[in-house]
Structures are given as C-alpha cells and as structure tokens.
C-alpha cells in the first residue's frame, strides 16, 4: 500500500471512530424482535417458576431462561410474572368484529377467545375466518360451531320435534363443513331455543360427525341444578356414544336447594373419565350467572317466535297457564320471587338497569307483587332482549370446582361496550379475580396452577396449536403482571372497571397492553383447530 493509501485509510478509521463518539455510528443488527429481562417465569405447565428471559422474534418466542443477544426493544421485567396469554374458553365475543380492541379481554391478560358457546355461533365459519383477516381484532380468535345456529338453519321456525332424515343430514352436513373450515367443535345451549326440545339421539348423531376431525363436544347442559345428575348424564352418553372429549359450560350448583352437591358432582365426571369418557369443565369465579330474561319464561311460550308469544299472553287460558307455570317453577327453586334477579341491560328501557326485577315491577307496574313481576317478564320479552344477572350460586362450591386439576377459567362473557348497561363483572375481571382473590388472598391456587389452568389446559384442550406455553417456538402471546397488585376492579354494582396490574401483555409478539393501558395494537388472527400435541 502507497504511504498516501495508508494516509487514507487512517483518515477514514479516525472519523468513523469521531462519528461512533457523536452518537451516529450504526448500530449492529438486534438479534431479537423484543426481549422480556429478568421474569419471573411462569411458563404455564404447572412446574415451579424460574427467573430469566424470554426472547421475540417474528411473533414468536425464540429463546426462554439465559442467552445471548440483544432485542430492538429491552423489557425490564423483574419482579413481574411472565406466563403465557390467557385463553378464555367460553367467551360470547361474536362482536369482536365490531369491537375489535377486546379492550375487557386484554386488560385482563387475555390473548385468546373460543367464540360459538351455548349453541350459538357464526354458521359460516370459514367466512368468520375471512373476516377476521380482513379486520384483524386484538385478541386471536377460535370457534366452536353452535347446534342452535346449525338447527336452526335445517328446521326453520318449527322446532318442537324431532328433525327429519333430511333436517338431521343438514345439520350433520353443517357441522362438517364447520369443522373442515377450523371450528375446534360444536357446542350445545340446551336451555337456549331451539336446542331445548333435541333429543339426546339427535346429539349424539351430530357430535359423531366430531370424531374424525377429534373436535370438543362443549355443552351448556339441559339443568344446572335441581336435573344436574341427569342433564351430565346425557353429556357422558354424548360423549361415550359418540367417542368425542366431552366438556362442560360455567360448571355450577344453581339455587341454594342444590348447593353442596359438589363432591357428588366431581365423582360422577370422575367415573367417566374412569370409564375411558374424556370429560372437562370451565368456570367463572362469581356467584352469579347472567343470561336473558327469557329464560324465566316456558320453552313452550316462546316456540314460534314474538308473535306467536304474544297471541299467547293476549289469550286468557293460555296466559294464566303460563303465570302457573312460572310461579310453579319459582317454588320450586324455594322463591316466592325474583328477587334474585337484577337487570343488567334493557334496550327499550335503560331505567331499569340495575334494578332487581322486583324493583323493577314497582317502578313500572306500580307494585312489586309476583304477579306484576311476571308481567313485567312478558313486556321485556315483547319489547326484545333483556339480559339481567341471577344470584343463586355458593361461594363454598365455587371454590371446590376451582380446585378441581380439570377446571379452566372463562367468562362467559361478550366483548364489553364501556358504559352501556350493567353487565355482569366478568367481563372485565374475570381472570384478574382468579390471581388476586384465590390466589394471592385465600391462596386456593398456587399462581403456576392458576396459570395452567388459564393457559396450556385450554389451549392443549381446544386443540389451539402453539399456544399457552412459555416455550420456544410457540407464539408469543404473554401476560406480564404484578401478582401483589393484580386485581379486579368491577363490581356488580359498578361493573365497567378494566382490571389492574398488567404491566404488559404481547399478542403474537406484539405489545398490546402497556402499564394497564391498551395500545391500539390489533395483531390477534383467526386460530383454526390444530392437530393433538
């Protein structure tokens, strides 16, 4: 090299090192996407948790415990749990489409929803698919497809019977296209119309058509109390005749007649499972369920739709048949009333909202008398559909399916619109209540189990694919908390507070949730069904 070249050379290597000095040297490529520093990590299987890292790259976690490299973005995590996004199971996030920020869920640490409960789902499910991809939400989505919707559609308006050969067929053609499509099962609303007049036969011919696709049989049994024995009978027989894993909705022990049941209950799944039925079960952590009004009123009452119910209440015999039938059924779950009820959400009349129902009757019917109760029932039906919030569950036996190693944790919830109404709190704090309350309060639950429970074992359960683990390869959706500070703030009284004490929560490696706050972000996807593991 000349002595002028080496001149140059010099020249060029002192202001490189003058630019690196004044901040403006380039900087060397990261290694990871993001990377979470000092967790305490809680990867979801149960097992103890470990300080360490976890590494991002591309949505998914590349690297868990100690290595080398750098992320473009650095997460101090010490003294916060890192596990994986909850799952939530039982959710009724159809208007996920229309509220795609999920901002409930994600306050909540969860990253993934199983739409299509109780019977009810999209009947296209490769179209919700589309959907989803077109307009992406915050949160991944799966579904299950719904035996109402899919009865629906093959019977039309006239539900009181059995199907035919050719209804049946459809029905079973439905679910299969459904299930090709990616719905991880169907599910049944056995209390819900029109599923409440099939016969356990016509179940189990159309669960059959899960067995090769191994799809979950997810059901909203017949009773929940006073035929509970019964009503998880026929989902054993489901589940044994037509070989598919079997699972139960929002497990409980409904009207103070039937509480403290619960050990019999556990050692009738127990001695299905003893028989080869693979039967699971999920739970909201509150004392109250909350479905529609309807509900207080007869199956036969509503068959035909508001018309037809409302040429029945305007026809004397026929209306006091069904006055009798209601009062018959209030005594039997020991009420003189429905005092147990409260409204959470009336369209037509938002001045009842929050108002047990016999507040309600005096407030708009001048008197509280069961009579006028009832009557009031009959306008909310006519006038479209309110939903309210039953109290009629034991905190003794919500802890003792809580403990149960078989027990998820979901909602039952839709996607919340912030003020409207006076829904049930799960919605906001569901998750959040299982980490402050029976976790770090009464201690029911060690955090790692609680994780599980909200993690892997509906994820492996679903058939979710790579998701509910803090593991390598697996996406990267992570809830990163304060477990001396997680807390459900909704109430029943006052339900529309998000949760508290997320630091953080990725949805497929994207920052979601930052310090309790949503960022916008709306990196979910569609989930279809995955192969066992």
Not at 87 to 112: C, Q, S
Not at 283 to 301: E, F, I, K, M, R
Not at 393 to 412: C, I, K, P, Y
């Amino acid at each position: 090299m000349s002595t002028e070249g080496g001149k140059k050379v010099v020249r060029l290597a002192f202001l490189s090192a003058l630019l690196c000095l004044l901040g403006a040297c380039p900087a060397a490529a990261a290694d990871f996407d993001l990377v979470l520093r000092r967790g305490q990590i809680v990867n979801g299987t149960g097992k103890a948790a470990f300080v360490g890292d976890v590494a991002v790259k591309a949505g998914r976690i590349v690297a868990v415990g100690t290595f080398a490299g750098q992320g473009t973005t650095e997460l101090d995590a010490t003294g916060l749990v890192v596990a994986p996004g909850f799952i939530d199971v039982h959710t009724h996030g159809e208007d996920v489409l229309d509220r795609p920020l999920a901002e409930n869920f994600l306050r909540m640490g969860v990253t993934t929803l199983v739409l299509g409960n109780c019977g009810s789902s999209k009947l296209e499910i490769g179209e919700l698919f589309q959907q989803l991809g077109t307009n992406p939400p915050s949160a991944n989505v799966a579904t299950l497809i719904g035996h109402n919707t899919v009865r629906a559609a093959a019977m039309g308006g006239s539900f009181m019977r059995p199907p035919t050969v050719g209804e049946l067929a459809r029905m079973k053609a439905a679910v299969e296209k459904g299930m090709k499509e990616g719905a991880v099962g169907l599910s049944t609303g056995l209390i819900y119309l029109p599923g409440t007049f099939s016969k356990t036969e016509e179940l189990v011919a159309v669960a059959k058509v899960l067995t090769p696709f191994d799809g979950i049989y997810v059901s909203h049994m017949r009773s929940e109390g006073e035929k509970i024995y019964e009503a998880l009978d026929e989902l054993i027989t489901i589940g044994r005749e037509a070989k598919v894993r079997a699972h139960v909705s929002h497990l409980k022990l409904s009207g103070k007649k039937h509480w403290g049941q619960t050990e019999k209950v556990l050692a009738v799944l127990a001695g299905a499972r003893a028989q080869g039925v693979s039967v699971t079960q999920d739970q909201y952590v509150y004392t109250a369920s909350s479905t529609g009004v309807s509900q207080l009123l007869p199956d036969s009452s509503r068959e035909g739709g508001s018309e037809k119910f409302a040429a029945r209440i305007n026809d004397p015999a026929q209306r006091a048949k069904i006055v009798a039938q209601m009062t018959n059924s209030l005594a039997r779950g020991g009420h003189d009333g429905y005092d147990y009820v409260t409204i959470a959400s009336c369209r037509h009349d938002p001045g009842i909202n929050g108002l047990t129902l016999p507040e309600a009757a005096k407030l708009r019917k001048g008197s509280a008398a069961v009579e006028k109760q009832i009557e009031l029932v009959f306008d909310l039906e006519l006038n479209g559909r309110t939903t309210a919030v039953f109290f009629g569950m034991s905190e003794t036996d919500l802890q003792a399916f809580l403990r149960h190693t078989n027990t998820m944790v979901a909602s039952d919830s839709g996607v919340r619109k912030f003020q409207d109404g006076v829904p049930h709190p799960r919605g906001y704090g569901n998750n959040a209540r299982v980490l402050g309350r029976y976790v770090r309060e009464l201690k029911l639950l060690s955090v790692e189990e609680a994780v599980r429970r909200m993690t892997s074992l509906p994820a492996a359960t679903f058939r979710l694919g790579d998701r509910g683990l803090v593991r390598e390869g697996f996406w990267a959706d992570l809830a990163v908390f304060k477990a001396d500070a997680v807390r459900d703030e909704a109430t029943f009284k006052d339900p529309h507070h998000y949760a508290t004490g997320f630091r953080w929560v990725l949805v497929n490696g994207v920052v979601t949730v930052d310090n309790d706050r949503h960022t916008g972000a709306r990196a979910g996807v569609g989930v279809k069904r995955a192969e066992k593991r």
